[in-house]
């Protein structure tokens, strides 16, 4: 399995509050990929970094921002979080933006917003 | 409607049934995949197809890029495979990936 790790895997947050989420990866790959997953929705596209300090914005990135200090590392926060962001969230590694599609995943994050 | 759409949203089977699941998509893609997610939520991915057909143990996947539909076989389908199968398809061009909503496959003993 690709070297992938979310954190936290729950988290129960108020409205309101900034929430922040970590992908760590262990493979050295460029991309990284934040996506949601709500029921009736296919995975959708928050953020992807191409790159440390290279960021862009995915179809449903209001209300989210991400940065990428380090190639390991890609951070997900939610400003202020509201209810319409409870959903879960999965961190996806890819070597490049050509193959896409061959990524590995991670675990995912479930957050409820209350 | 979605650009992705597959069919059908649950399945269930008994043990050693065929099975299919179709994917439907309404834009000019470069590529699709079939993607795998457990009930503990992690996410593999099973196949990437440009054209024409891959094996890969009991999962076959075929596309027809002329009628922009893919379908995922399992042969001898087992208890094993109940999974939700996601269809996703990467948009020529735009480098943009569209998800499917998932397929939900029970398999029973």
């Known amino acids: 399995d690709a070297g992938i790790t979310q954190s936290p895997r729950h988290k129960v947050t108020e409205t309101g509050t900034p929430v922040t989420l970590r992908c760590h990866q262990t493979?050295?790959?460029?991309?990284m990929y934040w996506y949601r997953q709500d029921p009736g929705h296919g995975l959708r596209l928050i953020h992807y970094s191409y790159g440390v300090k290279d960021t862009d914005k995915g179809e449903v990135s209001d209300g989210y921002s991400v940065s990428r200090s380090k190639t390991e590392d890609f951070l997900l926060t939610l400003e202020s979080a509201t209810s319409s962001q409870t959903s879960v969230y999965f961190c996806a590694i890819s070597e490049s933006r050509a193959d896409a599609l061959e990524a590995f995943f991670g675990q995912g994050t479930r957050l409820t917003v209350v | 409607k979605n650009e992705v759409e597959q069919s059908p949203q649950n399945l269930t089977a008994q043990e050693g049934e065929f099975i299919t699941i179709n994917c439907s998509y309404s834009?000019?893609?470069?590529?699709l995949h079939w993607l795998q997610q457990h009930p503990g939520g992690g996410i593999v991915s099973l196949f990437m197809?440009?054209?024409g057909k891959k094996k890969h143990g009991r999962l076959i996947a075929t596309i027809n890029i002329q009628e922009k539909h893919s379908s995922l076989h399992i042969t001898a389908s087992h208890p094993r495979d109940s999974a939700v199968y996601i269809c996703?398809?990467?948009?020529?061009?735009?480098?943009?990936?569209?998800f499917g909503q998932g397929t939900r496959l029970t398999i029973n003993p």
């Open positions: 493979e050295n790959h460029r991309y």
């Open positions: 197809l440009s054209s």
């Open positions: 996703a398809v990467r948009e020529g061009g735009a480098q943009k990936l569209v």
């Open positions: 834009v000019g893609i470069s590529a």
